[in-house]
């Protein structure tokens, strides 16, 4: 289930990507910040063991091999790079790699919030090592980068010019984080703010250095996915919506996508000559659960 969701998120992106009238064909490089959604390798350079998403089926239909990528195929950020076309980001710590035409920070199961966070309020979910791959620690690696893609300030405006950044999806995997660490709904949604706090100061630091190109995801309905139903799966019909997702759970989706959209709005007023634009992965899934044979199940 979780490998289709991931797949049909792909392929439907890609043909949103297509018409949306802010995408420009032409970029010369594409960055990417997140967690396991748009993952194309970091976690298991990480940690090689540790996780499933190292073995098949993982990668069986199109890599035919696993990659690090939580899909059987490519990713929403694979699917962009093609499209206009650019190679494939490769991970950022995929050390020895040509970073010029862009690079892949996203890390699965990477949180908005500094790892100091969960350390700090004990939020520990069982069964799961906390990982310091956070949107700020990405950033540094991205800081860690740039003297290899521009020096001057000249030339680091042209390239920025020219690139694309994508930043997130991330956060879903702080909701997770801390369902998981026994944390209730309610807290969570008292973290929604800070979480998108979080995005939105990666992402005015990113256009402080001069990025003009970005597009800002918001996250998943959360009670759609398969873990959180079967984990938190209620024998009471009414906890359900019209297509089986958990309305508490989607909730949590909704507040945060809600917050990033307006966000959003306030970095385009605040940086006015920048194109950003949120990204929406929130209805497509909505329609692949409401209507799955029109989109090849
Ligand atoms: C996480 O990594 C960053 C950057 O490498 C470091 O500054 C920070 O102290 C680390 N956090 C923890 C809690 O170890
Ligand atoms: C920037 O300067 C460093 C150190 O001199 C050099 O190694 C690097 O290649 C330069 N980057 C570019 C894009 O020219
Ligand atoms: C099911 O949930 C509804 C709404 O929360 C509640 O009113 C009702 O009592 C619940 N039914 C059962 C059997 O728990
Ligand atoms: C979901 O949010 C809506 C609007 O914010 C609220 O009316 C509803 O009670 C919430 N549902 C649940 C199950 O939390």
Known sequence: MKLVLAFLLAVTTLSQQVTCTTL????????????????????VILSPTALYIGNPPYGETYFNRPTGR???GRLVVDFIAQSIPLPLAPPYLAKGQDFSKGANFAVTRATALDLKFYLDNNII????????????????WFANLMPSLCNTTDEC?????????????IGFSDYTTMLTAGK????????VPDIVCSITSAATS??????????VPGVVPLGCIP??????????????????C???????????????????????????????SYADYYEPITKFLATPRIYGE
């Open 24 to 43: 420009r064909l032409s970029y010369k490089a594409i960055f990417n910040f997140g967690d396991g959604l748009s993952d194309t390798g970091n976690l």
């Open 70 to 72: 939580a899909s059987n």
């Open 125 to 140: 979910p069982t069964g799961l090592a906390l990982l310091n791959t956070s949107l700020s620690v990405q950033l540094g």
């Open 157 to 169: 405006n042209l390239y920025f010019s020219n690139s694309l950044f994508l930043l997130g999806s």
């Open 184 to 191: 209730t709904v309610d807290y969570v949604n008292s973290k």
């Open 206 to 215: 990113l256009l402080d250095q001069g990025v003009q190109h970005m597009v």
């Open 227 to 244: 873990r959180i139903l079967t984990v938190y799966g209620s024998p009471n019909a009414s906890d359900y919506d019209s297509i089986g």
């Open 246 to 276: 958990l309305q508490r759970y989607n909730n949590i989706s909704q507040y945060h996508n809600k917050m990033v959209r307006d966000a959003v709005k306030q970095l385009q007023i605040e940086f006015p000559k920048a194109v950003i």
